[in-house]
Nanobody, 121 residues
Framework: QVQLVESGGGLVQAGGSLQLSCAASGRTPSRYAMGWFRQAPGKERDFVAAIDWRGDSTFYADSVKGRFTISRDNAKNTVYLQINRLKPEDTAVYYC??????????????WGQGTQVTVSP
């Protein structure tokens, strides 16, 4: 079992930045690939970014490339999502997830509760 807790969301003006964190605990969380997803009101949950367990490989949705950066610190069992040049369409609940898969696209077994990001125009 892996437990995930997201933090760092909030209300930000367009053009601003946020760093989301996902703290993992439980069974060897550093061995899991990690991903970030987001769900806007009335829409499906969409993939945003992923990182392999070592932090060597990262993957991004086309819509966020160049603005979002995923990283991890395995010593702290934490994954980060840096979001720059925020846009109102980035407004969503952001979820982190953990996967024991070794090849992207990963299949995620564990999910956090999410953190709300709201971007004002």
């Amino acid at each position: 079992q892996v437990q995930l807790v997201e933090s760092g969301g909030g209300l930000v003006q367009a053009g601003g930045s946020l760093q989301l964190s996902c703290a993992a605990s439980g069974r060897t969380p550093s061995r899991y690939a990690m991903g970030w997803f987001r769900q806007a009101p009335g829409k499906e949950r969409d993939f945003v970014a992923a990182i392999d367990w070592r932090g060597d490989s990262t993957f991004y949705a086309d819509s966020v490339k160049g603005r979002f950066t995923i990283s991890r610190d395995n010593a702290k069992n934490t994954v980060y999502l840096q979001i720059n040049r925020l846009k109102p369409e980035d407004t969503a609940v952001y979820y982190c997830a953990a996967s024991s898969s070794k090849i992207h696209p990963y299949v995620y077994e564990y999910w956090g509760q999410g953190t709300q990001v709201t971007v004002s125009p």
